[in-house]
């Protein structure tokens, strides 16, 4: 579905990404792994558009992305949470979903009072099938961060991505938070054939989920493949899981 080939990007002669390879299959549960500094999130704002690269290829089911914007990417199927929580805190819980839910309809601003009548309905979905109905008029800056965190995958979801990218979905939350977290991304892969690809620094919850690990070292892929290769691999005990 996404094979990234020879990705390179570099800040001010630092070289962030010095060679990143990755091929998701559909369907699949994919982690990039790394110590922090590794290149992850660089290498999730270069597949979404957020940044160029400097040479090499992605391509998402046959088309060549690598110099989309973030708009077009987002129309061809890939949705995103960030590391940081990024949502609209002044808006409510449903309004901030019916601002992906709108995008995907590329309705015109002028159609908006209209149309959100019409999409209520489509959000209030996307709404109950993240047990958050309850929050939906109040502001997002009122729900606790684990909610929050929730909320922002619900909102990737409100644009009907076949691609869903989630940098550190679980940084920062409790166990509880976590766990529900786990069961979200298993509910998404397995019930609606979501291909998922994540970064985590949990490595239990990275075995748990994951059907396929990438490892990255100083913006380089140094393994990629099923978990249990993964986890005997020596070269990636010696750079990260021995540490
Ligand atoms: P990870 O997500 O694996 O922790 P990042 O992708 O955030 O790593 O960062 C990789 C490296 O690139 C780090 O050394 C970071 O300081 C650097 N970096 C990331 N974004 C920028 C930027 N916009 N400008 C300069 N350096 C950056
Ligand atoms: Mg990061």
Known sequence: MLQIDQLKKSF?????????NLSVPPGEVVAVIGPNGAGKSTLFNLITGHL????????????????????????CGIGRSFQLINIFSSLT?????????????????KLFKP????????????????GLVRFKDQLCSSLSYG???????????????????LDEPTA???????????????????DEGLTILLTEHDTDLVFDVAQKIMVLHQGQTIAQGLPE?????KSVQNAYLGE
């Not at 290829?57 to 077009?72: G, L």
């Not at 819980?93 to 601003?109: D, F, K, S």
């Open 172 to 190: 920062g939350m409790s166990p509880d938070e976590t766990q529900k977290i786990v069961h979200l991304i298993k509910r998404l892969s397995q």
């Open 93 to 109: 819980v449903l309004e901030n979903i019916q601002t992906a839910v709108l995008a995907r309809h590329r309705l015109e601003r």
């Open 115 to 130: 149309a959100k009548r019409l999409l209520r309905e489509e959000t209030l979905e996307v709404l109950a099938s993240f």
């Open 12 to 20: 001010d002669g630092y070289q962030a990404i010095a060679n990143a």
């Open 147 to 165: 909610d929050q965190k929730v909320l922002e995958i619900a909102i990737a979801l409100g644009s009907k991505p076949k691609l869903l990218l």
């Open 229 to 233: 290769d993964i986890r005997n691999d």
């Open 52 to 75: 160029t690269a400097d040479s090499g290829s992605i391509r998402f089911q046959d088309t060549d992305i690598t110099k989309c914007t973030p708009y077009q990417i987002c129309h």
